[in-house]
């Protein structure tokens, strides 16, 4: 009994921090005018810009945002209504928020970010969530450039239950190559890539990820495939710049965006979608392994101005 309240209590203690840290940074100094009937002074519009931008939802929107309310002459009592129906629109694309999954074919599902962003765990909490939904799953280690990578993506596959292909630090592609070959012989319904997240320098990163990417096309060209790039929601807007040089690797599908479960803002979902038009599809909410969830847009813009 006891272990369930506390269980209850960890949720919704994340659950505030992951939403609220977000409305408070967006309505800091304003939580007391937003009952009057007035429009808002060029002052506080300039205000409601630097919250925007403090709230980590990326300059382009903030100022989009800012003008509309300029334009349309919103006042105090209508913002947060305005935002909420700004917000829902950013995130439309995200509103089906479920992985592309079909079961009568290999669903590869291709991990990018940067180093520590939180792909390996992400991995590691997707193959048990996938597993517990009654679907066969196998790990590719294809981070072949970090020492003890592939231990760390072993232990995670030890703890969710699932298969994994190691080579031990040998090229990418190979570990690749052969995770696909053993997918499809062996009927696995996922094959989850792990990807290195620094390499001596962009250009080999994206060289690499590219290889990568031509070994599935090459090997599983009828696959289901989502391009999955990691981001940790603790650094706001160098995640933009992070989705610039990944996009220019391979084709982004979605995002997981991790460590919602701190003092992050989660702003850059609203960013990513804006400036990029890539849906969020999972987030991360601690290190264990069921903290892991699906996206939900509405509840996530209900509870930011909950
Ligand atoms: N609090 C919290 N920590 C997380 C979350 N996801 C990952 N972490 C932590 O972030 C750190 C880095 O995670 P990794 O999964 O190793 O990151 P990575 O992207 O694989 O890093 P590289 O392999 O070095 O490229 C670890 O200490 C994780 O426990 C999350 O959702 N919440
Ligand atoms: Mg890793």
Redesign the pocket.
Same mark, same amino acid.
């Given at each position: 009994m006891f272990n369930f309240f506390k269980k209850n209590n960890e949720e919704n203690t994340q659950k505030t921090n992951i939403f609220q840290n977000t409305g408070n940074a967006i309505l800091a100094g304003f939580a007391n005018f937003l009952n009057q009937d007035k429009p808002f002074d060029e002052f506080e519009l300039e205000d409601i810009e630097s919250n925007l931008i403090r709230a980590d939802i990326g300059v382009e929107l903030a100022v989009d945002i800012v003008e509309k309310i300029r334009k349309n002459k919103i006042t105090s009592s209508k913002l947060v209504d305005f935002l909420k129906n700004e917000f829902e629109n950013t995130l439309k694309d995200s509103a089906e928020a479920q992985l592309k999954y079909d079961a009568n074919k290999l669903n590869v599902y291709f991990i990018v970010?940067i180093?520590?962003?939180? +792909?390996?765990?992400?991995i590691g909490k997707l193959a048990n969530k996938l597993k517990n939904e009654g679907k066969k799953v196998l790990i590719a280690a294809g981070?072949t450039f970090?020492a003890a990578?592939e231990e760390?993506l072993d232990i995670w596959a030890q703890r969710a239950g699932v298969d994994i292909v190691r080579k031990d630090r040998i090229d990418s592609s190979a570990v690749i190559y052969e995770g696909l070959e053993k997918a499809q012989k062996e009927g696995y319904n996922v094959l989850l890539i792990d990807t290195?997240?620094?390499l001596q320098n962009k250009f080999n990163l994206i060289e690499e990820l590219k290889k990568n990417k031509s070994v599935i096309a090459k090997l599983a060209p009828d696959c289901i495939n989502e391009n999955i790039l990691?981001l940790d929601a603790n650094l706001g807007q160098n995640g933009l710049s992070q989705a610039k040089v990944f996009t220019e690797a391979v084709d982004v599908t979605c995002c997981a965006v991790? +460590?919602?479960?701190?003092s992050a803002k989660g702003g850059i979902i609203f960013a990513i979608a804006h400036d990029y038009h890539i849906p969020t599809k999972l987030i991360?909410?601690?290190?264990k392994i069921d903290?892991i969830r699906d996206f939900d847009s509405k509840e996530f813009i209900e509870k930011i101005f909950a």
């Open positions: 970010g180093n520590g962003a939180g +792909k390996t765990t992400l981070d970090r990578a760390q290195a997240g620094r990691v991790t +460590k919602l479960d701190g991360g909410v601690g290190e903290d």
